[in-house]
């Protein structure tokens, strides 16, 4: 039997990318050794030691699945080929609660923050934490301008909802996509904690933004936005197809001013840029 082809795993940080490497390294490269030691993480005014915070490898400072991480980078990059990328995309409101939580992707000075005040303070890092930047954008608008570009790319796309919930559905689109031959009869789900900072592999979600700071939140994203990106949205459902148009439609008139621009924005781009197969 012929070796699975080698995938790439990118994505906005706290998205679930150890979990989805974690499930393809038990379901497809089982028996290749894909480990990578990595010394530091973090904030980059204080990298981190790695073997402290990340969990589910046997070898301090070892990532089992390393090798298939392909990277957080904001937008893809280019000249790349994505032919053998998967693009894991999680809930933005469950990604900034992530973000304000775990404290070594945070700057020293923001520490005291409340949340509130932390979804509406600049990060001083672009794509990953260690990469220093000044590029004035909060943690809402650095999360969605790095799904945009990403929805935008001909790299398959997944939700990391869609992975909790029917982890059989998504990877028999992998399978399909991808020509991967699965090593076991049913998949295989880690049930222990895998990735940085103690991230579980149980179905729990954050709990949901309220008040000021769900407005603040939609102000920049629109409400139906999660609605609107199925897996691999612009191949499957573009702006301009019925469904689209219907479900933005039913729900205009209880959007505000702000949202229907930010809707408006969003359909434009990604209508105004080409399909790839």
């Known amino acids: 039997m012929r070796p699975n082809p080698l995938i790439r795993v990118c994505s906005h940080v706290r998205s679930g990318t150890h979990f989805l490497m974690s499930i393809l390294k038990s379901n497809y490269y089982s028996d290749i050794d ?15 030691d790695y073997s402290t915070h990340f969990q589910g490898g046997t070898k301090p400072g070892v990532c089992p699945w390393g090798k298939l991480f392909g990277g957080h980078f904001s937008a893809p990059p280019k000249g790349d080929d994505l032919n053998n990328v998967v693009y894991i995309f999680r809930d933005g409101k469950d990604v900034v609660q992530s973000m304000y939580r ?50 935008r790319s001909s790299a398959h796309f997944i ?17 399909q996509r991808f020509s991967l031959v699965r090593q076991n009869d049913s998949v295989v ?41 199925q897996s691999n949205p612009v191949k499957e459902n573009t702006p301009g197809s019925a469904s689209t148009l219907d479900e933005i439609q039913s729900l205009w008139p209880s959007l505000t001013e702000e949202v229907q621009k930010n ?3 969003l359909v434009r781009a990604l209508a105004a840029s080409p399909v790839r197969s």
Do not use: M
């Open 189 to 229: 789900v880690p049930r222990k904690t895998v990735g940085l900072g103690g991230g579980s592999a149980s179905r729990r979600v954050s709990a949901e933004l309220s008040g000021r700071d769900l407005e603040f939140f939609h102000s920049i994203v629109p409400v139906n936005f999660r609605a609107l990106v």
């Open 102 to 151: 775990f404290l070594e992707f945070r700057s020293p000075g923001d520490a005291g923050l409340t949340l509130g005040d932390y979804l509406r303070q600049n990060l001083d890092w672009l794509g990953s934490p260690d990469v220093p930047t000044r590029e004035g954008v909060n943690p809402v608008l650095h999360w969605f301008q790095s799904v945009q570009a990403w929805l």
């Open 263 to 265: 809707v408006l924005n």
């Open 159 to 175: 939700r990391y909802e869609d992975l909790k919930h029917d982890p059989d559905s998504v990877l028999a689109q992998l399978e």
């Open 34 to 48: 894909l480990s990578l030691q990595v010394s530091k993480f973090g904030h980059w005014s204080r990298p981190a």
